[in-house]
């Protein structure tokens, strides 16, 4: 019997594949097996069993299991855990003694202790050399400091986020994934660090989880704020919403929710009863207005007539020759032209010969 089993030697990561014979293709999920490396001997624990081998990987790549963990294998592990405490105090207080700029982050012990290494975060390349050296003389081992970055810290570390679960690096991502800010624009979030930010400080990991979601949305939506012609007349799109698969649009008077489905329906001028309903209450509310609008305007009152002058108002008119003057003042007033100047000597002089022939003599008084 073979099969093939997938394993983590630590807990936050990948997954390997192995090939399992005889004894060692017993193992179940979360057993612990011992298998041969590149780097040695190592003790890993099983995550997945499958029995073909994955389609990404040759069987040239797929090395074997040795047997499956014993008392012994265990005893040795423990052994290691210990040291790995020792080297990690020991490190940290060298740290301090140096000034090293660092943050020691974690150290992996091998299964035979033929390596230990050491992981480290720092904002900028260290010199290191010395600390390598009292290293090597405190543990007789080959040492290996790896500079890692701040997502890979809190993947090692763990921690709550903003969802108040715990981290999904931590939890179940083994591999990071690209992660931009135009992924949160797609989303229609709000641009606050705070918010889109991680314990990290990078770009939320569960940007990139729902982006294919989003984009196919997108893809079926039409463009947002833009006017339409349908066959029930111009309707603006104001808004989306992916979870409800919808637009809200504006049909005339107030907004209207409308799937995609009977948005389709309406650019092809088909009609349905969510449709009617939609559309007849905005109707409504346009007939509403206008008639509100057209009751104002009837019971409007009458524009209040100008009160008419003493004079007319008087039992005894005034003869015309003596209301002759006051009617001419009240023309003046009320025009909305200057009053023109009477016409002198000179003027009557140019009227009779023309603009053109005072022209040159304008020219040379100027002068």
């Not at 011992?34 to 040759?58: H, Y």
């Not at 423990?78 to 140096?98: S, T, V």
């Not at 007939?287 to 209040?304: D, L, V």
Request: proline share 6%; net charge positive.
């Amino acid at each position: 019997m073979q099969c093939y089993l997938g394993v983590k030697f630590r807990v936050q990561g990948q997954i390997y594949f192995f090939s399992a014979q005889d004894d060692a293709a017993q193992a179940q999920v979360r057993d612990w097996v011992l298998v041969t490396t590149d780097e040695g001997p190592g003790l890993a624990n099983v995550a997945v069993v499958r029995m073909e081998p994955p389609p990404e990987l040759s069987l040239d790549e797929i090395k074997e299991v040795q047997r499956l963990a014993c008392a012994e294998d265990f005893q040795t592990q423990a052994q290691n855990d210990e040291l790995k405490g020792e080297a990690m105090a020991y490190c940290r207080e060298k740290i301090r003694e140096l000034g090293l700029d660092m943050k020691l982050v974690d150290v992996e012990v091998r299964f035979d202790q033929s390596k230990i290494i050491f992981y480290f975060t720092a904002p900028a390349r260290i010199d290191f050399r010395e600390l390598v050296k009292i290293l090597v003389s405190k543990h007789r081992t080959r040492i290996e400091l790896r500079q890692i970055g701040v997502r890979h810290e809190a993947q090692i570390l763990g921690g709550i986020g903003n969802c108040g679960r715990v981290c999904c690096c931590h939890q179940f991502m083994r591999k990071f994934e690209p992660v931009t800010i135009k992924m949160a624009k797609e989303q229609q979030l709000f641009l606050n660090p705070s918010k889109i930010s991680g314990a990290c400080g990078r770009l939320l990991c569960c940007l990139n989880f729902e982006r294919e979601q989003y984009m196919d949305f997108q893809r079926r939506c039409p463009k947002i704020g833009k006017w339409y012609e349908t066959p029930r007349g111009e309707v603006k799109v104001l808004r989306a919403n992916m979870f409800r698969d919808s637009l809200i649009v504006d049909a005339g008077e107030g907004e209207r929710e409308v799937t995609l489905a009977e948005w389709s329906d309406l650019l092809q001028g088909k009609n349905g009863s969510n449709l009617n309903h939609v559309f007849e209450s905005a109707a409504g509310n346009n007939r509403g207005m206008r008639m509100k609008n057209s009751e104002s305007k009837e019971r409007k009152p009458p524009e209040a007539e100008a009160p008419a002058p003493e004079n007319e108002t008087q039992s005894n008119p005034v003869p015309p020759a003596e209301a002759g003057p006051p009617a001419q003042e009240k023309e003046e007033q009320g025009s909305e032209t200057p009053p023109q100047p009477k016409a002198g000597p000179m003027r009557k002089a140019k009227l009779k010969a023309g603009p053109q022939a005072f022209k040159g003599k304008g020219k040379k008084k100027k002068q």
